[in-house]
């Protein structure tokens, strides 16, 4: 007996509202739609049947023959779905902060996003093997950071470097600050790199290091002017060893 069709619009229906829906919903309320019963007992976002209907439905859609194979459509709707949370959803969220709470934002936003690319490209896995190899283009997983990147960090980065030398020259004047904090965001730079470090090199190493150095030369005049020469030298020895471990 042969496999009824899907058409576009149900099948996207299903995908959307039975995955990316509930997705959205744990990742807005940390709520699930299935009971730990149902679950083994475990917080669970997609139950082992709720997957399989998620991938077999991907899966039907991209091997029907043409003019009902969907795979194009379900690789452009995949970025457009991404796109439409990070745009509702992320940045407006960001927008409404600033210095320490805007980059404890952009940490959560950014954990969240990974979790959301993970689940999608599960969802997708068969576009990604076949589809996505054939046409030679993008990957689902470095498509979901590269909108991370484009719609969010090129919106709000200088605000997000702004406030993270801010918390650095904090700690270089004796605050306590939130080392993982700035180490998670740090970390982000890293990762939107999909594999390379061009955005670390390019966005916070060649922003962070001449706005270390004025730093130093301003503290350095005030040792200077209000310090005798040793406790200058002590300062200085101290500061770059402060550097060292940062």
Request: glycine letters at 6%.
């Amino acid at each position: 007996m042969a496999q009824p069709v899907v058409m576009l619009e149900d099948g996207w229906g299903r995908i959307k509202n039975q995955g990316i829906n509930a997705l959205e919903e744990f990742l807005d309320t940390g709520n699930v739609r299935r009971p730990p019963e149902e679950t083994g007992g475990k917080l669970r976002i997609f139950t082992v049947n709720d997957y399989a209907l998620l991938y077999t439905t991907v899966y039907n859609m991209c091997t029907q023959r043409t003019p009902h194979n969907w795979s194009e459509h379900l690789y452009r709707r995949y970025g457009e779905a991404i796109a439409n949370y990070i745009i509702t959803k992320v940045v407006p969220a960001l927008r409404e902060k600033d210095d320490v709470f805007l980059l404890a934002e952009l940490l959560k936003r950014w954990t969240n996003h990974k979790i959301y690319v993970k689940w999608m490209e599960k969802f997708f896995t068969y576009l990604d093997r076949y589809y996505v190899k054939l046409q030679s283009v993008e990957p689902l997983q470095q498509k979901g950071v590269l909108l991370f990147h484009q719609l969010v960090f090129e919106t709000l980065k200088r605000d997000i470097k702004t406030a993270l030398l801010g918390c650095i020259n904090r700690e270089r004047q004796g605050e306590k600050i939130d080392q993982d904090l700035v180490k998670g965001v740090i970390e982000m730079f890293i990762g939107l790199g999909n594999g390379t470090l061009d955005v670390y090199q390019r966005e916070f190493e060649e922003f962070f290091l001449p706005a270390s150095t004025d730093f130093y030369v301003r503290e350095a005049s005030g040792w200077l002017s209000e310090d005798s020469l040793p406790e200058y030298l002590r300062k200085a020895e101290n500061a770059l060893k402060a550097e060292d471990e940062r």
